[in-house]
């Protein structure tokens, strides 16, 4: 019974394509999350979703755009991906957007561009 | 300066010993804090919220320092399954965390 699911679990593709990820949670959350773990081990928040709304855009370039179909997915799309994209993307929810919540995390979608 | 800073370690104690370790926070307005455990190549998990009066779970204690703005954890009778990256996680504002850059603690026989 997987809570938080991502796929593809490894990614590799070359520069300049176009790739997506898929995140699933079963939680009944209503918030969902992507993430970015580089290789400094720096966790950073890309997007967030509250109910299939936009909340949260960090600076990340717009060759990623995320897409909430309904408040149990959301996934990330990514055009003309590039070497410095390549990192571990996390896929997170949590009850709603209260930071007070625990964050679930799937098990991470490694991403390596050559 | 970074928004939560973590001293990386690794911290590499014997089975049975005590571990601590802290990590400060810039903004002072921060409300939330927890304690996520990351395994190697793995998804992080909460491991504990830290709250404002100190709190303990089992072998693991957090404690929070307003005025200094930093938390700690500390293990107690450290087992080779503590091994592990601890993530300090504070809000940024209100509606994202924080993540630190971890600190590894490796527990050896």
């Known amino acids: 019974d997987t809570a938080v699911s991502q796929t593809p679990k490894y990614l590799v593709t070359q520069m300049g394509n176009d790739k997506s990820i898929k995140c699933e949670q079963n939680l009944g959350h209503d918030t969902m999350y992507w993430y970015k773990q580089d290789s400094k081990k720096f966790l950073k928040i890309m997007f967030s979703y509250n109910n299939k709304e936009l909340i949260i855009n960090e600076t990340v370039p717009n060759r990623f755009s995320p897409k909430s179909p309904d408040k149990a997915h959301l996934n990330l799309h990514i055009n003309s991906l590039e070497l410095g994209d390549s990192a571990v993307y996390f896929c997170a929810s949590s009850q709603d957007s209260s930071l007070a919540y625990e964050q679930y995390f799937g098990p991470g979608t490694r991403l390596t561009v050559t | 300066r970074k928004e939560v800073e973590q001293d990386p370690g690794p911290f590499n104690v014997p089975e049975g010993a005590t571990v601590a370790f802290n990590c400060t926070y810039s903004n002072s307005a921060s409300q939330s804090f927890f304690w996520y455990r990351q395994d190697c190549r793995k998804e992080p998990k909460l491991l504990m919220s830290v709250y404002s009066s100190g709190n303990e779970d089992g072998r693991f204690t957090a404690q929070l320092n307003r005025a200094s703005q930093y938390i700690s954890l500390l293990i107690r009778d450290s087992k080779l399954s503590d091994s592990a990256t601890y993530l300090c996680?504070?809000?940024?504002?209100?509606?994202?965390?924080?993540f630190g850059a971890g600190t590894t603690v490796t527990v050896r026989a």
């Open positions: 996680v504070v809000n940024a504002n209100d509606y994202k965390l924080s």
